[in-house]
């Protein structure tokens, strides 16, 4: 059984691995699979029909939409958000573009993650990162629009043409 | 009568219109109105004496000081941040400066709204911007400081010229 | 006794001063130690061991992590994030680098502090920045990555080297 701490609303079609916790004040959506040994903090939102990977760690106050899939030993650190509606406005149908967080992922506190962005294996986005294009594996981005301090080189060129973060 | 989830605080004297949700861990304060079928995500607070719009949707994590104005058609983004204080210092008078933002606005996740800043007509804040001046109408900003990408010339110049974001 | 408001989370061992409030939905963790007439608004995370000085203000959805050290008459606005782990990685043992914010500091909606840092007496960090280095007494700085734009020259020049947030 997870360790669900009062104050959470878990919907009650979740589905848990073994050696989980929810802190207070966290709200986990209906068929949202979460994996092994997931520890989530306080104040969090989970989107309906996410899956969290094995020994994953969300802290406080992020925000993942409907549809998010987040990998295994990804850490997501506090206030982080992420994004699925590229255009939003009020009364208009959208196309929703959760997003994809591969293996061994790190995104900083305070990160924004575009609509439709992969974050591939292994990935760092730097705290206050605001990401609008998909990161590749083991590279660091940081900075609003996100641009890339660590990683390989051709990549690098395509991520330093100006880039809008909308 | 509004659907009103559990683990929320809605002040008895807020006014609500029909077909109006909150969803958890949210505040409400004192005198504030809101319309109808307006959508109020979990983790939002709302400050006192303030006005929500009609069909207007509040996402989750979104803070609103006192005396917002938040007009019809408005898609606020998760984890932004509205502000009312231009110079923040603890035991120090201030005047409050809130929000003011117009009908059919869209603010992307994160935004942060600096004191004093109307967001006209239809205009578009990109996820993660740091809006320090008022934003045209139907014109659209990003970055920090966020400036124009898309919006008519003259105003863009202006939006060009050096910016601090305090 | 403090004013502690329905659906909070307040662990035992908390030791408030005089005239303190706290507003729903905020936890405060093991052996906080918060001084007389300070004001912790909702839906903020402190962590344990922490200290927070007289008068200071925490706004709301404020994450700080544990051993935060907060002066007296600090103002910190909504949605800020403090840090204290620098290079996170599931796993991996970290040694963390709690925040110290000296007194009469004032921190902007939405900053974000990176871990290590240590804000010195009466600086101000504008909306929306991430502070990467620690920043002098009575400076302001702004930006991602923050920059200073008002205080002493040297301390400037050593600013404007560039930077990166991570």
Redesign the interface.
Known sequence: MPNI???T?VDSTVRFGVYCVV???T?IGFAVEIGDNVCI???V?IGNFSNIGD???I???V?L?NHSKVGQ???I???A?C?D?K?????QPYEPQPPIIED?V?I???A?I?PGVTLHKGC?V?????VTHDVWENS?V????AYE?HGEREYKNKWNRKQ???
């Open positions: 701490q009062p104050y609303v802190w207070h004040f709200s903090g306080s104040h939102y020994e994953t760690r802290q406080t106050g925000f939409p030993r990804v850490f650190g506090p206030n958000t994004t509606d255009h939003p406005r009020v009364g061994d790190s900083g506190a305070g924004i575009l760092v730097g705290a206050g990162a605001v660091t940081v900075g609003n629009p301090i809008n973060t909308i």
